[in-house]
T-cell receptor
Framework: GAVVSQHPSRVICKSGTSVKIECRSL??????MFWYRQFPKQSLMLMAT?????????EQGVEKDKFLINHASLTLSTLTVTSAHPEDSSFYIC???????????FGSGTQLSVL | QKEVEQNSGPLSVPEGAIASLNCTYS??????FFWYRQYSGKSPELIMF????GDKEDGRFTAQLNKASQYVSLLIRDSQPSDSATYLC??????????FGTGTRLQVFP
């Protein structure tokens, strides 16, 4: 399957700081990438769809000014959690689709802990 | 009604048995169906996908789709302790978005 790389794998930060997470498609070009959040023992919740060269599409209830998404190239999307608070602590996972197959391949995830 | 429903489990099966995981979906327009495996603290890994009614086999895994009943299942033959994980069912409505179920936790005991 396709390879999606996500960094960092774990972040611990103080409340009020911003954290940037990178997602790269290593062996294919992804015009669309997706950002998910997962709380312990819960399912994946789609936060936003990242579109190369245009604005991201956010799901209902997700604050676009808090979760900044940039998709500047066909292989890189970034998620910045601005002014992080303890309730933002979660497992953040990016994914990218391969062509029109509908298949999604996931990055390894980023465990964010806000103190 | 949730768009994609799964029994949260845990489903406990002995080593060597067949594990049967089930999923129902509400949107009849759904086109593609996926099963992901997720180990604790890790991201999901695609293990099976199916687009047409019927069965699709890949090694020890068989995906079954019944669009009339809006039902998709995953069978794992000769279950191994290493198969213990949460299995996520996901449905695509011919868009880029995948809708995930909450997952079924499978426990395979020796």
């Amino acid at each position: 399957g396709a390879v999606v790389s996500q960094h960092p794998s774990r972040v611990i930060c103080k409340s009020g700081t911003s954290v940037k997470i990178e997602c790269r498609s290593l062996d294919f070009q992804a015009t669309t990438m997706f950002w998910y959040r997962q709380f312990p023992k819960q399912s994946l919740m789609l936060m936003a769809t990242s579109n190369e060269g245009s604005k991201a599409t956010y799901e209902q209830g997700v604050e676009k000014d808090k979760f900044l998404i940039n998709h500047a190239s066909l292989t890189l999307s970034t998620l910045t959690v601005t002014s992080a608070h303890p309730e933002d602590s979660s497992f953040y996972i990016c994914s990218a689709g391969q062509g029109n197959t509908g298949k999604l391949f996931f990055g390894s995830g980023t465990q964010l802990s806000v103190l | 009604q949730k768009e994609v429903e799964q029994n949260s489990g845990p489903l406990s099966v002995p080593e060597g048995a067949i594990a049967s995981l089930n999923c129902t979906y509400s949107d009849r327009g759904s086109q593609s169906f996926f099963w992901y495996r997720q180990y604790s603290g890790k991201s999901p890994e695609l293990i099976m996908f199916i687009y047409s009614n019927g069965d699709k086999e890949d090694g020890r895994f068989t995906a079954q789709l019944n669009k009339a009943s809006q039902y998709v299942s995953l069978l794992i033959r000769d279950s191994q302790p290493s198969d213990s994980a949460t299995y996520l069912c996901a449905v695509n409505r011919n868009t880029d978005k995948l809708i995930f179920g909450t997952g079924t936790r499978l426990q395979v005991f020796p």
